[in-house]
């Protein structure tokens, strides 16, 4: 059993090429997963898409399990937000044939998992120059686009006729046309609960495009925690730390 975990151990933490590639992969899965579920997410759940979605699920276990299993704090681990996205994820794939309507709504919240891991960070630092210098704007259209998918599968689920032969096309243009402001009022969702879910819709879907264009726009940096001062945000090319001059050691790929 200890040598299962140490290579356990040495797949998701390690710095070995092959942990590197093992990481990668995970990432290919989890895109993989979420496409499927936002292509199943307004199509009849037959035995078929069911069995599939058993599988997705218990593959998603078996990650949630080793991960739980290395860490060296559960608690902590279990506390993050993409851990107990992982659970909602996972409980909603394994317990589908038991439950009754669509929860494929919160299956996208499995794309917080994309980023929102410290060694898939440093593997994508150390490897991807464009990430080093776009990495808030990175995680920033991720985190948009999470909320974007999960708000119009619940605005399908809950609120628009499955009748509707676009039913998903129409609650992602209603979820982008209320998160822009834009108001065109073709599709409206009456009901009190309708109204309350727009405003939510509104409140966040506005503070996360914002955070966007922040990302965007705004000077560049890197995140490298200060040995001194504890400043984690540097320029890219950073020598020494604004705040106190201590010598940074800020890993690079190197230019050719």
């Excluded at 990495?135 to 599968?153: H, M, P, R």
Aim: proline letters at 4%.
């Amino acid at each position: 059993m200890t040598r299962i975990k140490q290579t356990v151990k040495f797949l998701y933490i390690a710095h070995d090429p092959i942990s590197v590639w093992f990481r990668y992969g995970l990432i290919l899965f989890d895109a993989a997963s979420i496409v499927f579920f936002v292509s199943t997410a307004n199509v009849p759940h037959g035995p078929g898409i069911t069995l599939a979605s058993l599988c997705v699920g218990f593959l998603i276990l078996l990650d949630f399990l080793a991960r739980l299993w290395i860490s060296k704090d559960r608690w902590k681990l279990l506390c993050k937000v993409y851990t107990l996205a992982d659970i909602v994820v996972i409980a909603s794939l394994l317990l589908e044939p038991f439950l009754p309507g669509n929860l494929a709504f919160v299956r996208i919240l499995r794309a917080l998992r994309l980023i929102h891991s410290y060694h898939l960070l440093r593997d994508l630092r150390r490897d991807s120059q464009f990430f080093r210098t776009h990495e808030d704007a990175v995680i920033a259209a991720i985190n948009l686009l999470v909320f974007v998918f999960a708000t119009s599968t619940a605005v399908l689920v809950f609120f628009i006729p499955d009748s509707s032969p676009h039913a998903y096309i129409d609650a992602l243009y209603f979820t982008m046309a209320t998160l822009t402001t834009t108001g065109f009022g073709d599709i409206t969702l009456a009901t009190p609960a309708g109204k309350l879910f727009s405003v939510f819709i509104m409140v966040v879907g506005v503070a996360l495009f914002v955070r966007l264009a922040q990302a965007v726009f705004m000077p560049q940096k890197v995140r490298h925690k200060c040995p001194s001062c504890g400043l984690y945000r540097h320029d890219p090319d950073a020598v020494h730390c604004k705040h106190c001059g201590e010598t940074l050691r800020i890993e690079t790929g190197g230019t050719a």
